[in-house]
């Protein structure tokens, strides 16, 4: 498509988008009476206005039948998180029953890990991307440590290039195939948090497998932004939270997915009771039985208010369907690269470096600009002007347009703030 530069031509795209209503399911945050421009989905997704109904619910159920809610409440709370899986799996493409939701991520990545990282003999080796999420880092150091080795030695960083933003595929596939024999884990971010960029899931797993090493993935910047097929790519498992593209509310509840392979091993885990076989699990007796899916790994009692915060969540996607999303996500972000591009343009040199990779395949709606001149005072004015956009040391404004409530007037008028602050 030819795009213009122009309010009436983003206009007239708002008034084609399919998911135009969609907006009006939404609190946008106002100030002043006016609605702010919020680009901070990849950070924490807007609260949809069906949430409060859906928390109200379980308040009424609690509060009408007590504890006999969990069997007989209309949506017994028992059952309660099977209307989120068929959304849910769609949404990371899989299976079902290799869905389960529960804790958060950081508790979810520690619980991968007790499964998926067996280091033995020399293989011991973790491989992930340099500037991981604090979580992750932290994680991995802390795992190598339990199992008694040195985290120097045993995880392995790949960096960008010198003069590159991003981590190329086959600098990635080099280290796997040089590092073969000690590969115990082949981690990493769906999208990295910081450059945004995609990495290769599928070819990834294909390598780490074929070097005899497990992977996974942490795909809080991914699920809910980009399409996933986690089952057909093999991967192994992965994990996310829903507070970011999925919209389900400050801490809320996350998901992990495992390869149905797993489902029925004798895999090395910590259990908990609400991981033990549905049927029997009231009998309370000892010795641990897994339920034979992903749900073999839940540990307590689901947190039902974060269930139903999410289930109004998805439901807004599935109204809206996930193909039109990610359809528009991929309208809304070029238009974005394109006004962005056109600001550089009416500069006497650049102003925006980006380090997200412009590539339709390598980016989800997250754009990481560097900012070449006065990237803080430029940060500083368009909050002030309305923009909800964040700010990473030492020079970049990372920005999201989510295509459920964002708006292509609103990156029209984003460009055109940014060239009024430049002036
Ligand atoms: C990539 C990534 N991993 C892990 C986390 C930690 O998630 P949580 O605080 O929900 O455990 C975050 C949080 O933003 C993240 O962005």
């Given at each position: 498509m030819q795009f213009q530069n122009t309010l009436a031509f983003a206009q007239q795209l708002d008034a084609n988008d399919?998911?135009?209503?969609?907006?009006?399911q939404f609190i946008i945050p106002e100030k002043d009476g006016k609605k702010q421009i919020y680009f901070l989905g990849n950070s924490l997704g807007l609260q949809p206005k069906r949430t409060n109904d859906y928390l109200q619910r379980i308040m009424k159920d609690w509060a009408a039948l007590g504890v006999e809610s969990f069997f007989?409440?209309?949506?017994?709370?028992?059952?309660?998180h099977d209307a989120l899986t068929p959304t849910l799996s769609q949404i990371v493409g899989c299976?079902?029953?290799?869905l389960s939701v529960m804790n958060n991520l950081s508790v979810n990545l520690h619980l991968m890990l007790v499964s998926f990282?067996?280091?033995?003999g020399k293989r011991f080796k973790i491989l992930c991307e340099a500037k991981a999420f604090p979580s992750d880092q932290y994680m991995m150091e802390t795992h190598v440590k339990h199992h008694g080795y040195n985290p120097e030695e045993a995880i392995i960083e790949i960096k960008p290039r010198e003069g590159e933003h991003t981590i190329r595929t086959e600098d990635i596939l080099q280290i796997i195939v040089q590092h073969k024999e000690e590969l115990a884990l082949v981690l990493f971010g769906g999208?990295?948090?910081?450059?945004?960029q995609v990495f290769d899931m599928k070819t990834i797993t294909h390598m780490a497998q074929a070097a005899g090493a497990k992977a996974g993935f942490d795909l809080a910047h991914a699920a809910g932004n980009i399409e996933l097929q986690l089952h057909d790519w093999n991967v192994d498992f992965a994990c996310w939270c829903?507070?970011?593209?999925?919209?389900?509310?400050?801490?809320a509840v996350a998901a992990v997915y495992i390869h149905e392979?797993?489902?029925?091993?004798?895999m090395n885990r910590f259990a908990?009771?609400?991981?033990?076989?549905?049927?029997?699990?009231?009998?309370?007796?000892k010795g641990f039985m897994p339920?034979?899916?992903?749900?073999?790994?839940q540990l307590g009692t689901p947190a039902m208010f974060m269930l139903a915060s999410h289930r109004a969540a998805l439901d807004v996607v599935k109204e809206a369907g996930w193909e039109n999303i990610n359809g528009k996500r991929k309208l809304l972000t070029a238009y974005l690269w394109y006004v962005l591009d056109e600001v550089n343009a009416s500069?006497?040199?650049?102003i925006i470096e980006y380090i997200?990779?412009?590539n339709e395949t390598e980016h989800g709606c997250h754009v990481s600009m560097n900012m070449l001149q006065k990237g803080k005072e430029i940060y500083n004015a368009l909050m002030a002007e309305g923009f909800f956009v964040d700010w990473r040391e030492p020079s970049v404004i990372r920005l999201a347009p989510v295509p459920?409530?964002?708006?292509f007037e609103e990156v029209w008028k984003f460009g055109d703030a940014l060239k009024k602050i430049l002036k």
């Open positions: 399919p998911l135009k209503e969609f907006r009006e007989h409440a209309k949506e017994p709370w028992m059952d309660y299976k079902p029953h290799e990282y067996r280091p033995q999208i990295n948090y910081y450059s945004g829903s507070y970011k593209y999925l919209n389900s509310g400050p801490g392979r797993y489902h029925k091993s004798e908990g009771w609400w991981g033990y076989e549905k049927a029997t699990r009231f009998k309370m007796e339920i034979q899916s992903a749900e073999g790994w500069q006497a040199a650049p997200t990779p412009r459920l409530y964002n708006t």
